[in-house]
Each structure stands twice: as structure tokens, then as C-alpha cells.
């Protein structure tokens, strides 16, 4: 099985920063892609930013030129630096990994993190 813990969340004022981690443990084989994904109350889940192994990018329009996606493949570890935040980023951010464990090495799956909450209020 594979895990994945967030941290890094919390409530800040608009035109701030915070820095989200993700760190994916237990029984991995391979992690591919990894990203991050947030849901605001009343609306539906959407990406925000994902990173594959080789380190090519993707964002979200919304976050595009504010928020910086990057990981450390050594640490299965992926960060979500995000700067210049509004009250419309609020939100509770979720973790995302496609990856395989050691007793299905072929067999990728998506795994989530338990999420962590982002308040931009002043």
C-alpha cells in the first residue's frame, strides 16, 4: 500500500504565502505523476497543479504564474509553493499520486492524501 501525508496548510492573508509537502511512504514500487488537486465548498474537485517524474509541468489556468509545483523524487515527496493567494484559493487541497507498490509493480493506481485546508482571509 502506499500513503500519502500533506502538511503545510493553514490560514493566511490574501496576498500571501504558504508552502504545501506531500510525502508518499510505504510499500512503493514506482511513483509517477503527482499533483495537487482542491475543492472549495458547494463546488466539484479540481486539479491545481501535477508534476511528472521527469519533471514536466501542468497548472491550472487559475494558479498559473502564482504557484510553483515541484518534488524530490529521492523522498517521493511532492510541494505545492504557493504565492500571491486570494480568498478564492480557499480551499481544502488534496495530494494525488499515480504509482505502483512493491506486490503490484505493473499495476498503477491513483492514491489521495487526506486532504488539508488553506484559508486566504483577512
Known amino acids: 500500500q502506499v500513503q500519502l501525508v500533506e502538511s503545510g496548510g493553514g490560514l493566511v492573508q490574501p496576498g500571501g504565502s504558504l508552502r504545501l509537502s506531500c510525502a508518499a511512504s510505504g510499500t512503493i514500487f514506482r511513483i509517477n505523476a503527482m499533483g495537487w488537486y482542491r475543492q472549495a465548498p458547494g463546488k466539484q474537485r479540481e486539479l491545481v497543479a501535477v508534476i511528472d517524474d521527469g519533471g514536466s509541468t501542468n497548472y491550472a489556468d487559475s494558479v498559473k504564474g502564482r504557484f510553483i509545483i515541484s518534488r524530490d523524487n529521492a523522498e517521493n515527496t511532492v510541494y505545492l509553493q504557493m504565492n500571491s493567494l486570494k480568498p478564492e484559493d480557499t480551499a481544502v487541497y488534496y495530494c494525488?499520486?499515480?504509482?505502483?507498490?512493491?506486490?503490484?509493480?505493473?499495476?498503477?493506481?491513483?492514491?489521495w492524501g487526506q486532504g488539508t485546508q488553506v484559508t486566504v482571509s483577512s
Open positions: 494525488n499520486a499515480k504509482g505502483s507498490s512493491i506486490r503490484f509493480p505493473t499495476l498503477y493506481v491513483y492514491y
